[in-house]
């Protein structure tokens, strides 16, 4: 953290003008300096200074992008991606792969298809890589689903779970697990982003944590195929919300965005 730079947008609104423009010059360049403060100086001018509660996420207008956000992160940790990555050791060692050449493999996947993401994010955009991706994780759990129905011979098992495993993480990378946070920082407005993101990041983490805490136990109780059933469901649920929720923000501002999500006061 040493190294991180403070928000410009922070110290501007704070009045600290000097390390503002120290802030920008660190970040973009001495030549966006003027530009930048510019900017900041418009957007303070149609700020509103009224402290925000956290009641009127979900009472007011901002209900339906609180809610997009909020379902978003949630569907992302029931997709089972988490339990993926916390037990991925354990679901290797049960196929007869090591699991450091498992883990080494989830790690270099995972890495690669996040540098995809990022190249295809403005090239694409986020609705459809975000689309693509849970319908990708989709499909992955529906090759460990029919792997664990020993329909196939043992070797083809094993073939069919570690690629449904590898296939289910390289889709997550290429856009479920990028886009979200970066999506929800462009449809939140200014009022709002902060106390709003805090709460989408809240239900990420308590749904991570109920996941994680209970995914042995369930594998045990239902087993792999009921259970791989169940996260691939979420995943076509996660399709379906994406193409009748999500807008697409590439290429447009967030005063578009804004007034396409947003109702009128």
Known sequence: MEFSAESPHWLFKRG????????????????????AMAELSKSERGDEVDVVKFSELF????????????????????????AVFYFSSTVFK??????????????????????????????????LLLDGSFLGMAVAMGFQVFAASDILSGSGNLY????????????????????????????????IRAKAMAFCMAVHWVIN??????????????????????????????TL???????ETKGKSLQEIEMALLPAD
């Not at 600290?16 to 530009?35: D, M, N, P, W």
């Not at 809610?67 to 991606?81: D, H, P, R, V, Y």
């Open 209 to 238: 944590f109920f996941v994680g805490l209970l995914f042995l136990h369930l594998l045990e109780v239902l087993g792999p195929q009921i259970l791989y059933a169940i996260f691939g469901t979420f995943c076509l649920i996660a």
């Open 160 to 191: 069919l779970s570690v690629g449904g495993m590898l296939l289910f993480v390289l889709t997550f990378s290429l856009g479920a697990g990028p886009v979200p946070s970066l999506l929800l920082s462009e449809i939140f407005p200014s009022r």
């Open 16 to 35: 600290r003008i000097v390390q503002t423009e120290e802030q920008i010059e660190k970040l973009f360049g001495a030549s966006h300096v003027k530009s």
């Open 94 to 127: 049960s196929a007869g792969v090591p699991s450091d050449i498992g883990n080494i493999c989830v790690g270099v996947i995972n890495m690669s298809g996040s540098i995809i993401a990022m190249i295809l994010m403005d090239r694409l955009g986020r609705k």
């Open 241 to 247: 919300f994406v193409k009748k929720n999500v807008i």
């Open 59 to 82: 009472l007011g207008r901002h209900f339906k992008v609180v809610f997009i956000g909020s379902i978003l992160f949630a569907l992302q940790q029931l997709s089972g991606i988490n």
